[in-house]
Each structure stands twice: as structure tokens, then as C-alpha cells.
């Protein structure tokens, strides 16, 4: 089964595995691990999310729900979400489908009857930026506008 991926004038054809059914697609802004915004393309299927390039059409990560843990949302009405997989470093992105996205991947992974994805609202969170990086979300609302901050904060491992 090939899917393609449609979004004004970007085409991306992929052989998906397992994947049936694109319940999601759409652009996003995604945040590295240095705190850039790069722009991308969300896919959700029944059985995995996808994050490609819109410039390259590459395939930058594809990420199985079943790996997918929680998704941490501000109590404000912004555009961010993070969506945490313990197995692998965590993704930041905001965009305006926002409620649309943690409503299609919720539904997703209903169908996993052992398993349900936390939805966590705190203006203050911790994600996985990369593999040795964990970083701090914190929002505030000063004066009517809305401000997101991300803070450092190093993992350090101990041999012995």
C-alpha cells in the first residue's frame, strides 16, 4: 500500500508498515534540540505519526503510537504540544489544529485496548530534546499575551 501526502503543491509518496487508514496531515512548526523552529508535515495513520520535510520530502522521523506515552498541553489557548515517547527523545511543535491533532492520535489509540494516552495540562513540563537533553516548557500569560519559554537542563550520567 503506497499513501501519498497532499498539502499545497508538497506530494510525498511512502510504503507505510501497517498502516491503513491517514486519520491526520497537515504543517506544523516542530522545535529542535537547540530550540529552532523548523517547518514540517504531521501525518497521523492508525499506526504511526510521521514528520517529513516539506522542502525535501523526506522522511525525518516516523514514530509508532504504540510508542507514543502521554501529550503535554499548556492550561493557555496557545498553539504548542509535546508529544512524549520514553523510548526515544520527545517532539515540541506547535500548530493551529492543535485540539484536532490530540483528538485524532486519543481516537488512534483507542483501539489498543490495554492502553490509553495520557493528556496532561500544566504550564510547566519537561520533554526529551534528544537523547542527552531534557529541557523545561514554561508558559506564562503576561499581560493579555502569551509566552513560552524553553530552559536547559542537562542530563549528566555517572559512570562508576
Known amino acids: 500500500m503506497v499513501i501519498g501526502i497532499f498539502l499545497r503543491g508538497a506530494s510525498m509518496p511512502m510504503e507505510p508498515a501497517g498502516d491503513q487508514q491517514v486519520l491526520f496531515a497537515d504543517k506544523v512548526l516542530k522545535f529542535t534540540s537547540s530550540g529552532k523552529m523548523k517547518r514540517r508535515i504531521l ?29 503535554c498541553l499548556s492550561e493557555l489557548s496557545d498553539n504548542f504540544l509535546a508529544i512524549i515517547i520514553p523510548t526515544e527523545y520527545d517532539l ?20 489498543a485496548p490495554e492502553y490509553e494516552l495520557e493528556v496532561v ?18 508558559f506564562e500569560e503576561v499581560e493579555g499575551k502569551q509566552h513560552i519559554a524553553l530552559y536547559t537542563c542537562v542530563i ?5
Open 43 to 71: 501525518m497521523i495513520t492508525d499506526f504511526a505519526i510521521y514528520v517529513v520535510d516539506p522542502d525535501t520530502d523526506a522522511l525525518k522521523r516516523r514514530i509508532a503510537l504504540a510508542a507514543v506515552d502521554k501529550m
Open 92 to 111: 515540541l511543535m506547535a500548530s493551529t489544529r492543535k485540539t484536532e491533532i490530540v483528538t485524532v492520535l486519543v481516537e488512534a489509540t483507542k483501539s
Open 121 to 138: 495540562f500544566s504550564n510547566r513540563f519537561e520533554y526529551n530534546a534528544s537523547a542527552d537533553l531534557v529541557k523545561e516548557v514554561q
Open 156 to 160: 549528566l550520567v555517572l559512570c562508576y
